[in-house]
């Protein structure tokens, strides 16, 4: 039996899903699976099996791709059963690209005449050393692209050193692929711009630095950890490790142990949907738009992390099962990696009569996972602290995206990065989502700004600070943005719970680096991704409303996701709150990011706010003085 509902799905279960479609649903040979996942159980279904025990079916979701009539398909199988439950076309909608259907566009496209003399005009005649890479097109109504399954393609030469894909971009050359019957439809071919001189190696043969020295972290008692299957306990913090093929780490029942009770805060966590949008207007350029998750899938492109290179320390790894195209399990070993950090000082009280101290260090609970997808690698990292705190944080590393420019031109929406090569202003959008139960299922969302007061007989000397609370008590009204000026910040409370001061228990959301989209609101592509326009949402419950930009992205003409769903207005008062948090991060690359970028970091936390009665790390062991 399966250790728990919430357990991600294993080979066998992908095995029989997918023998389950093929056998019931009427697909032909030639469909493709996109998606074998958990079918999550809903709120009700686990919390019966919190109070009783009752296990709710095991079922898998299920989407499909049928070429042969251009059709996405999506059901459920009942894994117990071995049954096909539903099985439904989704009109309108394009299945996500899997990496099999990623990488058909090179060899074909190579072989189309209009390709290859496009190549030659640029003096490139070896298509062994050209990359030709697929990217989602978007949509932008062009007629001949309607109704057709597309992809819109950007092309490289790689370096001589072989290690760079991208290290010599062919500029305003774009085979556009239809992925159903397997051939180019056109070529754009915007002009024709030299190739840029050659880059260097990545890492260069010699010359490495000789003056580090190596750094050991040591465990001699192991880690302070506990791991059941896919469920860790760590300092009081209870969570459950989840993986899906779409959002990839997945983080369950979060929840802290208080004085023997285990009070929850959070059923979901993930990394829901990301966008990054490219702001280069010329040639192709405007088609550079990835919404890497529900376009490709962050689950599927997770690396076998690599002990002392991706993680360092007393590791503690998940392994978790992914599937190619033809349903076929394929296991990601090492796909999520566990493990403590020292984080410096916790908290530190000295008493200057007597010069007593003490001082206590904080440890944090890492656990993270890395995704690889075309030029870029992102990290989702998330923290657990022994103060109740709980983090999240990007780390963007991998290639800028480069062009080739003309000699002497300065670019005008982006910057030199190298000789000939310029990178585009661009920014990276990701959306979380947090499913939220402080202190149980019935929640409210409230929002807190600062200001100064004015001048009267309440503020005689102009130093009061004013603190301004309102509930927001439906969803149109909680689609806020961020307000420097106000320090604002958002808390769920717990509409059952007080503590000892008679405080409803909370999470307070803190943003940290933030900005908003540069987007026009009209563009294409803020019509698919208007979630980037707020930087927080809450919404009530709903099992179905995972997505913020829709379950189908993948060249959707928009207004799907956040923006549709709060148009039901409904209420979030006492109910069961799912809060959305929008983090931006803008980029204009620079020659430091040249070949490779050093990481960028972006993060947010949600902190507890009368959820204890008192600080909870009073009780951490002081630090040991070594002289």
């Known amino acids: 039996m399966i250790e728990h509902p919430l357990t991600p799905l294993t080979a066998d279960e992908i095995s029989t899903a997918a023998s389950c479609v093929k056998a019931q649903s009427g697909l032909d040979d030639n469909a493709f699976f996109e998606t074998i996942t958990l ?74 005449p209009r390709v290859v003399e496009a190549l030659a005009k640029r003096g490139i005649t070896d298509l062994s050393k050209v990359l030709i890479e697929t990217w989602a097109p978007g949509n932008f109504g062009h007629a001949d692209e309607v109704g057709k399954r597309l992809a819109y393609c950007h092309c490289w030469v790689i370096n001589e050193a072989g290690d760079n894909r991208y290290g ?80 990839g780490l997945v983080l369950h029942d979060i929840g802290y142990e208080d004085d023997g009770e285990l ?56 392994d978790v099962c992914a599937h190619n195209w033809d349903g076929e399990p394929t296991p ?121 007061a004015p001048l009267g007989p309440d503020n005689p000397h102009g130093n009061a600070v004013a603190i301004l609370e309102r509930p927001l008590t439906h969803e149109a009204e909680a689609a806020r943005e961020i307000d420097v000026t106000r320090s604002r910040s958002w808390k769920i409370v717990s509409a059952d719970r007080t503590n000892a001061l008679g405080q409803p228990t909370a999470y307070r959301l803190v943003p940290g680096q933030n900005t908003l989209p540069y987007l026009h609101p009209e563009s294409a592509v803020a019509q698919r991704a208007g979630f980037m326009f707020k930087h927080f949402w809450a919404t009530r419950y709903d099992r179905d409303e995972l997505y913020p930009a829709g379950w189908y992205p993948n060249q959707h003409p928009g207004g799907d996701g956040l923006p549709r769903w709060i148009q039901a207005d409904r209420p979030l008062e006492g109910e069961d ?30 902190m507890p706010e009368g959820f204890f009665d008192q600080n909870p790390a009073l009780d951490i062991p002081p630090g040991a003085i070594t002289e």
């Open 39 to 112: 079918d999550e159980p809903d709120h009700d279904e686990m919390a019966a099996f919190r109070a009783n025990g009752t296990r709710p079916a095991r079922r898998a979701y299920v989407c499909c791709y049928e070429r042969s009539s251009n059709r996405t398909l999506r059901g459920v199988v009942d894994l117990g059963a071995e049954r096909l439950v539903s099985w439904d076309h989704v009109p309108g909608v394009q299945a996500r690209i899997p990496p099999e259907e990623f990488v058909l566009s090179d060899a074909i496209a190579k072989a189309d």
């Open 332 to 452: 990601i070993r090492n796909a999520v990696c566990m493990h403590e950090e020292d984080y410096g000082l916790l908290w530190k009280h000295t008493d200057a009569k007597t010069g007593q101290f003490r001082a206590v260090r904080s440890r944090r609970l890492v656990i993270s996972s890395i995704a690889t997808i075309g030029n870029y690698v992102y990290g989702f990292f998330w923290y657990f602290y022994q103060d109740g705190t709980i983090g999240t944080e990007i780390k963007a590393t991998g290639i800028p995206f480069p062009t080739a420019i003309p000699p002497g031109e300065d670019p005008k929406y982006g910057a030199m990065i190298a000789p000939g090569i310029a990178s585009h202003v661009h920014q990276h959008s990701f959306s979380y989502r947090f499913e939220m139960c402080v202190d149980g299922d019935r929640n409210a969302v409230r929002e807190q700004d600062f200001e100064a």
């Open 263 to 318: 009070r929850p805060i959070m059923h979901r966590a993930s990394m829901a949907e990301m966008v990054v949008p490219y702001g280069d207007p010329t040639g192709g350029n405007y088609r550079r738009n990835a919404f890497d998750t529900g376009e490709y899938g962050l689950g599927v492109a997770l690396d076998s992390l690599k002990l002392g290179c991706d993680c360092l320390g007393h590791i503690h790894y998940f």
């Open 168 to 247: 010599r971009p062919i500029a305003n050359l774009h085979p556009v692929f239809d992925l159903q019957n397997q051939v180019v439809l056109r070529v754009d071919d915007f002009g024709v711009v030299p190739l840029p001189p050659d880059s260097a190696a990545i890492r260069p043969a010699d010359g490495l630095r000789r003056d580090i020295k190596p750094l050991t972290i040591s465990q001699p008692e192991g880690p302070s950890f506990e791991v059941d299957g896919y469920h860790v306990r760590w300092q009081r913090w209870n969570v459950r490790i989840g993986y899906n093929l779409r959002e």
């Open 577 to 606: 709150v799912v809060v959305w948090y929008t983090l931006n991060f803008h980029h204009l690359p620079r020659p430091e990011d040249w070949p490779v970028q050093p990481i960028v970091y972006a993060s947010m936390h949600w």
